[in-house]
């Protein structure tokens, strides 16, 4: 079974819709990432939590919302979809250390339309 | 502002030849840069990564090279195979308060030919 899966794996919506992509992990992890690939982008960090009761913006946030539900559990949230938010969103975790290896999920491949 | 440059954007090699794939960031207090290797339709998975302590990392066919004084790292990968076909992401992240954050770059999709 992966360590860390999200849901949808795939998801089309409309302009002002609200939506919810979830992550969750069994990898025990403290730290949990939620990033945005576009082409010619890399990897664009949205949100990111070192706890549960620890969130942070990272580089992208605004249009987006977190939520922390649980240690293994943590949701992006599109309060208003714009088509600009078309994407590949990954969740990723991590543990404590110096060296901290991320582990990602398989992504959701979001297009608003 | 993208605080870690890569290059080329693509690449094709032929089998055998070898990748050369370019980073260059600008935030000194950076202290660990890894690569990140990504199939399609798969989430990206630590390939290998780096200390500035050192100037350089092998771990099989892939090597990592790090210049401090250019604030420059790549990645080479001898031998290319079609196996390797994949897209490749620098990183390079700093300790914070209560942890760390990865800064990516912008990728590079390889293509090694058969």
């Known amino acids: 079974d992966a360590d860390v899966t999200q849901t949808p794996r795939n998801r089309i919506t409309k302009t002002g819709k609200r939506i919810m992509l979830e992550c969750s992990q069994t990898?025990?992890?403290?730290?949990m990432y939620w990033y945005r690939q576009d082409p010619g982008l890399g990897l664009r960090l949205i949100y990111y939590?070192?706890?549960?009761?620890?969130?942070n913006k990272g580089e992208i946030s605004d249009g987006y919302s977190v939520s922390r539900q649980a240690q293994a559990k943590f949701s992006l949230s599109l309060e208003s979809a714009i088509p600009n938010q078309t994407a590949l969103y990954f969740c990723?975790?991590?543990?404590?250390?110096?060296?901290?290896?991320?582990?990602f999920g398989p992504g959701t491949r979001l297009l608003v339309l | 502002q993208q605080q870690v440059k890569q290059s080329p954007q693509s690449l094709i090699v032929q089998k055998g030849g070898i990748s050369i794939i370019n980073c260059a960031y600008e935030?000194?207090?950076?202290?660990?840069f890894p690569w990140y290797q990504q199939f399609p339709g798969k989430g990206p998975a630590l390939l290998i990564a780096?200390?500035?302590?050192?100037s350089e990392k092998k771990e099989g066919r892939f090597t990592i090279s790090f210049n401090k004084s250019a604030k420059q790292f790549s990645l080479h990968i001898m031998d290319s195979q079609p196996g390797d076909s994949a897209t490749y992401f620098c990183?390079?992240?700093?300790?914070?308060?209560?942890?760390?954050?990865?800064?990516f770059g912008e990728g590079t999709q390889l293509t090694v030919n058969p």
């Open positions: 990723a975790t991590s543990d404590f250390g110096r060296e901290e290896t991320q582990y």
């Open positions: 990898k025990g992890h403290d730290r």
């Open positions: 939590s070192f706890d549960v009761k620890d969130i």
């Open positions: 935030n000194t207090a950076f202290d660990y």
């Open positions: 780096i200390r500035p302590d050192v």
């Open positions: 990183a390079a992240s700093m300790i914070e308060t209560s942890g760390s954050r990865l800064t």
